[in-house]
């Protein structure tokens, strides 16, 4: 780890060669597959990640966080730490109020697929926000185990890492699947349907199992329905199709955990 006595290297210039790999990663969504590393930006998700044991390879801070005693603590538990201006942290940065302290980290291997893992498949999900959100559920309710079809939201670009608060840490993630590889699963797939199936209060739900969630306007695929032990659909009194994917998650995510307990 960083000595906290010894002071961080200090960066000025737009052109250097650290601050140009960061933009790339905060421009291009997709950017990490190619160059491997993920950059996650604020205290809340740097935070999280130290919680989860990471091992981060590079801290980026801002003057005002250098002098902030909690953000240096946290840029200390990294190998290397460079500090910048806020201007020019602000060129790597989405948010509307850039934040104070970034790291950069090697994406994760992709995990072995758990056969009896309980689980979330993603059918084509396509808003960064939904994603976020649904990883988000999965982490609360013991879905430990997140499987992304080809066509989902990129799962470590910089919006859905913002969406997911964290929940990326917790979770075994695997995207860009094919469909016939959800066969390594030894346990049933259940779909949500807005317009035929059990009733999710009375549906017959086992433990583990994995729940499938589909496209926001075309939901879950024929041939994935096709796969699916059974499909559910969420009462709604208010008037049908009024959920979103990640709310709908939230809901059968929930009444899973709430059975098995």
Known sequence: MNDPARPPTRLSSRDNPLLMRLRRLVHDGAAYRRVGQVWIEGE????????????????????EGWADEHLRALAAQTLRVAQV???????????????RIGFLVDLPAP?????????????????????????????????????????????????VLRAGMGAHFALR???GLAEAELDGLALPLLATSPHGGAVLPDAPLQWPCA???GHEGQGVSASLQARCALQVRIPQPGGEESLNVAA??????YESARRRQ
């Open 85 to 99: 201006p806020a201007a020019l942290f602000a060129t790597l940065s989405t948010l509307e109020s850039p934040a």
């Open 111 to 159: 995990p072995a697929l758990q056969p009896r893992a309980a689980s979330v498949v993603l059918d084509r999900v396509q808003d960064a926000g939904n994603v976020g959100s649904i990883l988000r559920s999965a982490a609360a309710f013991g879905f430990g185990q997140v499987l992304a079809l080809k066509g989902t939201a990129a799962l470590w670009s910089p919006k």
């Open 173 to 175: 993630l695997m995207e």
């Open 44 to 63: 809340h998700l740097c935070a999280a990640l130290l919680a989860r044991g990471g091992v981060v390879a590079q801290a980026v801070i801002t003057d």
């Open 211 to 213: 729940w499938v969630l």
């Open 248 to 253: 709908a998650a939230a809901v059968c995510l």
